[in-house]
């Protein structure tokens, strides 16, 4: 892996998730990344990855470090398990849906064990609204990101 690539791209998502909006809804660019992770270096470097990310997400903007964590390092397995190669045949659809599917995914993570152990970041309606413009914002570069081994 080239530590230079990471570091800017680390840099350059936190960066952009501040600066983009649509509709007041930035995209979670970290999401992207851990998905990245995971669809080009399999499952355990996905982990590792996503569990990195979530981490500096976590000490930037989480008032406990958990649960960026936990929803990054899920997508980082997630995304190598399934959309690489381990149960579904990877096409520009179904990279499309998974990111958005994972976006959901790891939405619900953080905002469910903020709800648990701290208090609720916001109401479920406003949750729901800025998960659905992320997925949507998220998923046109799931047909970008592809496996190495897809054509």
Do not use: C, R
């Amino acid at each position: 892996m080239n530590y230079l690539f990471w570091a800017l791209a680390f840099f350059a998502a936190f960066l952009l998730q501040t600066k983009i909006s649509v509709l007041s809804v930035a995209p979670d660019i970290t999401a992207l990344l851990a998905y990245y992770a995971g669809i080009k270096y399999g499952q355990n470097k996905g982990v590792i990855l996503g569990l990195l990310i979530g981490a500096i997400e976590d000490s930037l903007s989480s008032p406990i470090l958990g649960p960026n964590m936990l929803g990054k390092g899920l997508i980082g397995f997630s995304s190598s398990f399934f959309i690489s190669g381990g149960v579904f045949v990877w096409t520009p659809l179904l990279g499309m849906l998974g990111v958005a599917l994972l976006t959901y995914f790891d939405n619900a993570v953080v905002f469910l064990s903020l709800s648990i152990f701290d208090k609720a970041p916001t109401n479920p309606a406003t949750a729901l609204f800025i998960t659905t413009m992320q997925a949507l914002l998220n998923s046109a570069a799931g047909m970008l990101i592809k496996p190495a081994h897809a054509d």
